[in-house]
């Protein structure tokens, strides 16, 4: 009796406690490596949004999408009506603010509900771009890695030599409260190399 009792309780563990009836496989999800914000007229938002393309058939390594709105709210159901997955933040890697976005509107009000979701993560490195972020955005390297890839790296390498400033999602938000300190961010320059070959520093 008591066996059958164990069996029982066994069963009912196995199937009520597994935890895979809520599992998102990976292909079913839009991976967000790169968000990017610009401001446009009356107010309005340029949002980017870039992940990676997991298919071997496919020659591009990640895909761009573009949404023209108010809030970043409004941006990513935008983003899931249009991608391939639902759009996940969690492995969110850069930041991209436009100068003109950062003089205009302040960067804070747009990322609170960010620093509200206990999901993401505090690791993001905040990007400011001269000029519009569709300049890096839709920058084609065809001999550099994949651009977030190649851009993490770069601010990785520039911070191991002292060679330009970090500042993560959370260190920003220290920075923006705290009156005697400047908010600061890393800002690519672009370079035109030999044979037509574009890079940042």
């Not at 069996?7 to 199937?15: D, E, K, M, N």
């Not at 980017?48 to 895909?63: A, T």
Request: charged share 25%.
């Amino acid at each position: 009796m008591r066996r059958f009792i164990r069996f029982i309780i066994f069963c009912f563990l196995i199937i009520f406690l597994a935890g895979c009836e809520d599992r998102l496989d990976l292909e079913k999800q839009s991976i967000s490596l790169i968000y990017g914000f610009d401001a446009k007229a009356k107010g309005k938002l340029i949002v980017y949004h870039v992940n990676p393309i997991f298919n071997e058939d496919v020659e591009k390594k990640y895909e761009i999408h573009e949404a023209k709105v108010h809030t970043p709210r409004e941006a990513k159901d935008t983003f899931n009506s249009s991608s391939s997955g639902l759009v996940s933040t969690e492995k969110l890697q850069l930041i991209l603010f436009s100068t003109n976005f950062l003089k205009q509107e302040g960067a804070m009000p747009y990322l609170d509900v960010w620093y509200r979701d206990p999901k993401n993560t505090g690791n993001m490195r905040m990007v400011a771009v001269d000029g519009p972020v569709s300049s890096v955005i839709y920058n084609n390297f065809k001999d550099k890695p994949a651009l977030p890839e190649y851009l993490t790296d770069l601010i990785n390498t520039n911070k191991l030599y002292n060679r330009t400033v970090f500042t993560t999602f959370h260190e920003f938000h220290r920075q923006t409260f705290n009156k005697g300190v400047t908010p600061h961010a890393h800002q690519p320059k672009k370079t035109d190399q030999p044979q037509n070959k574009k890079s940042f520093t």
